[in-house]
C-alpha cells in the first residue's frame, strides 16, 4: 500500500479565495482524522470520520471550514473564505479501529496564506 | 477530560548522549499510550507503544514503560546519533474510547556530532 496520500503538497492562495486539501486513506482501515499544525498551538484534531461518517468536529475552527468523506477511500477539508491564520501544515491519517491500533499519517498539505 | 503533556523543547544534546523525553498523562482507566516521530518535513509515524500498565514498547533503541502509578509514559534512548534529530509527540487513545489519538504538544531534539 502506498500509504495516506494527501494533495497538494504545498497551497499558496490569497485571503479570502477557497482552499480544498484532500486525502485518500489506506485501503481497509475504518477511521479518518484531519489534524493541523501550528507552532503556536502544536497538533490539533480538527475533525475524524468512522466508516465514512463524521463521528466529532468539535476541533472545527469555525463555520469556514468543512470535510467531507463521500466514500471510503477520499475525504476533502475545505476552507471558504481562507484567511492568513489558516496557515499552517494540514494533516490526514487513517486506521483500523481499535484502542491499541496506531494511525498512520500522510506528508501533509503546507497552506500558506496571503 | 483526557491530555497529554510533554517537556518543553527544544533538547540539545552531543551524539551518544542519554535521552530523556518526558510525558504524562491524564485520562481515566487504562489508555493506550505511543510515540510519534516527525522527521523533517515528514508526516508523523509510529516509534513505540504500550497498551497496559508495566508494559514496555521499544523500537529503534528508544523505550518507553506505561507507569499507571505516576500516569507517566517517558521516551528514552542511551545513546542518541544526529539522525535522531526530530520532534517526538507523546500520544494517548483514551480507555472506552478506541477512536480519537489526543497528542502532547511534541518536543524537538537537536543531536550535534
Given at each position: ?32 482524522f ?13 475533525i475524524y470520520f ?5 463521528i ?59 | ?113
Amino acid at each position: 500500500d502506498a500509504g495516506v496520500i494527501q494533495s497538494p503538497r504545498h497551497e499558496v492562495t490569497e485571503m479570502g479565495q477557497e482552499v480544498t486539501l484532500r486525502c485518500k486513506p489506506i485501503s481497509g482501515h475504518d477511521y479518518l482524522f484531519w489534524y493541523r499544525q501550528t507552532m503556536m498551538r502544536g497538533l490539533e484534531l480538527l475533525i475524524y470520520f468512522n466508516n465514512n461518517v463524521p463521528i466529532d468536529d468539535s476541533g472545527m475552527p469555525e463555520d469556514r471550514f468543512s470535510a467531507k468523506m463521500p466514500n471510503a477511500s477520499f475525504s476533502t477539508l475545505k476552507i471558504q473564505p481562507s484567511e492568513p491564520r489558516d496557515s499552517a501544515v494540514y494533516f490526514c491519517a487513517s486506521k483500523t479501529g481499535g484502542a491499541r491500533t496506531e494511525a498512520f499519517f500522510g506528508q501533509g498539505t503546507r497552506l500558506t496564506v496571503v | 477530560g483526557n491530555s497529554v503533556t510533554q517537556m518543553e523543547g527544544p533538547v540539545t544534546l552531543s551524539e551518544e548522549a542519554f535521552l530523556t523525553i518526558n510525558c504524562t498523562y491524564t485520562a481515566t482507566g487504562y489508555p493506550s499510550l505511543f510515540w510519534y516521530v516527525q522527521y523533517p518535513g515528514e508526516g508523523l509515524q509510529l516509534l513505540l507503544k504500550a497498551t497496559k500498565a508495566d508494559d514496555k514498547g521499544s523500537n529503534k533503541g528508544f523505550e518507553a514503560t506505561y507507569r499507571k502509578e505516576t500516569t507517566s509514559f517517558h521516551l528514552e534512548k542511551g545513546s542518541v546519533q544526529v539522525s535522531d534529530s526530530a520532534v517526538y509527540f507523546c500520544a494517548l487513545t483514551p480507555w472506552g474510547n478506541t477512536d480519537k489519538l489526543i497528542f502532547g504538544t511534541g518536543t524537538r531534539l537537536q543531536v550535534f556530532p
